[in-house]
């Protein structure tokens, strides 16, 4: 059996290890070099080959040559890893979401008799098995879901919480920043709601989280299509947010309003922040920071206030770039001063609350609780989005997923044995059943 591992990033690392100690043959594809060949650790059972995602032919060769590809790439470059994947009749995993595109290829991939499991990391991944596992086990019991809350976040450890936002990346900013920017909508007693990008920080909800205290969520993109997936017909309510410390709303809310995560290109050669940030303003440099309060609407001792001047943004310090967008600036200085250090310790926490009508019409509520720290040799968002892809990549190599096309983790014959796997390697929600309906989130 052999896989190819498309990218060596921040993830890698579990997957590869369990892979390996599988005695699976992996080749680990990566821009750079040194990157891939530390994973492979002088394995006898692994490779390190240099490649780029420009380099096409090369990539063909590759997904020939193994029996399965798992892409950690980028999202966008997974369609046309999975066309070359389909025209060799070679399986491929993702963790990503499915996109538009990637479900347009459905047909050709089931024709091609190939499995495309998408979504199998955290979230998306084990967000879906812990919760369909749930729905399938009410509905054959004859009860209905008719409230539904899923709530994730990755995040700093409490102890290494320490700067203005509450945060710090695991990974790449851009990916989560670039998801703030995106509008939400969800069910709320059986009406659409419709939060616009520019509305989307404002009012999170508050959630008591056990051993971390209160937490903020905000609303996670698109939930109405969760309905169809999970099969919930009779769902009044459906809603995926995102956890994160108090204060992070505000913030962001504070510098999406200041313009500070547009992608519009602009000229900032010879600028330092405090003048950028006037010019959004359209005021005289001077006081920035009185102005920009003034202009949200906050003291000038706010939480926003705080962050934006501990980031830099009215600091007399030279832009670093000549040329881009102030989401390119902002992510930038986040990237300098917000990332999790080496050894540090990252956490991701996640809740399930359902509201059920049991068959013989009474209602309980059920929580579902993950709360998972970084061990001494991985991250926690390393380990939980690289192990239930790794299991998944040993069962379709085993021929264990018959079904074929583009697919999700959402059948039983997936979800039991990678949710069983997962709490052999310490991963598993906490459940409470029976609860009292005032035990329920309201929005």
Same mark, same amino acid.
């Given at each position: ?117 998408? %979504?199998?990391? /955290?979230? +998306?991944?084990? @967000?879906?098995?812990?919760? #369909?596992? *749930? ?5 054959? $019991? ?71 205290? %209160?937490?903020? /969520?905000? +609303?996670?993109? @698109?939930?109405?299509?969760? #309905?169809? *997936? ?5 769902? $009044? ?71 934006? %001047? ?6 007399? @310090? ?126």
């Amino acid at each position: 059996m052999k896989v190819l591992l498309l990218g060596a990033g921040m993830v890698a690392k579990p997957l590869a290890d369990y892979l390996i100690n599988n005695h699976i043959f992996l080749t680990i594809a990566s821009r750079t070099l040194a990157k891939a060949e530390q994973l492979v650790n002088k394995r006898a059972n692994a490779k390190a080959v240099q490649w780029t995602v420009d380099n096409t032919s090369e990539l063909e060769k590759l997904i020939k040559a193994n029996d399965l590809t798992i892409s950690l790439l980028p999202y966008k470059h997974h369609v046309s890893v999975a066309k070359l994947c389909i025209k060799h009749k070679k399986n491929m995993l993702t963790t990503s979401y499915v996109s538009k595109e990637m479900e347009a290829l459905n047909a050709e991939a089931t024709a091609a008799g190939i499995v495309i499991m998408n %979504e199998i990391g /955290v979230d +998306p991944g084990f @967000d879906h098995m812990t919760a #369909i596992r *749930i729905i399938d086990k009410i509905q054959a $019991e004859g009860g209905k879901i008719k409230e539904f809350y899923s709530l994730c976040g990755a995040l700093a450890a409490p102890e290494e919480a320490n700067n203005p936002f509450g945060y710090k990346f695991s990974w790449s900013p851009r990916g989560v920043i670039m998801a703030g920017n995106n509008g939400a909508k969800y069910r709320k007693d059986g009406e659409v709601v419709e939060i616009p990008s520019e509305e989307l920080f404002k009012n999170p909800l508050k959630i008591s989280f056990p051993e971390l205290g %209160e937490m903020e /969520v905000y +609303p996670n993109r @698109d939930s109405l299509k969760y #309905i169809n *997936i999970y099969n919930l017909p009779h769902v $009044e309510t459906m809603y995926r947010g995102t956890f994160r410390y108090p204060g992070w709303c505000e913030i962001m809310n504070a510098l999406k309003s200041m313009g500070m995560l547009s992608y519009e290109k602009q000229s900032f050669a010879g600028k330092t922040y405090k003048k950028i940030m006037a010019r959004q303003l359209e005021v005289y440099p001077a006081n920035i920071k009185e102005k920009a309060a003034e202009r949200l609407g906050l003291s000038i001792d706010s939480s926003a206030i705080l962050a934006m %001047e501990w980031l830099g943004l009215f600091s007399d @310090d030279l832009v670093s770039m000549d040329e881009g967008s102030n989401f390119d600036l902002t992510t930038d200085l986040m990237l300098k001063k917000m990332m999790l250090a080496e050894g540090a310790r990252d956490m991701v926490i996640m809740l399930h609350t359902f509201v059920v009508e049991n068959a013989d019409g009474n209602k309980q509520v059920i929580k579902l609780r993950l709360l998972d720290f970084a061990t001494e040799e991985e991250t926690s968002i390393a380990r939980t989005v690289a192990l239930p892809a790794a299991i998944a990549a040993k069962m379709i190599l085993e021929g264990k997923i018959l079904e074929k096309g583009v697919l999700r983790p959402i059948m039983k014959t997936v979800y039991e044995p990678v949710l069983t796997a997962l709490k052999e390697e310490g991963i598993a929600m906490t459940e409470e059943w029976g609860l009292p309906e005032n035990e329920k989130i309201c929005l």
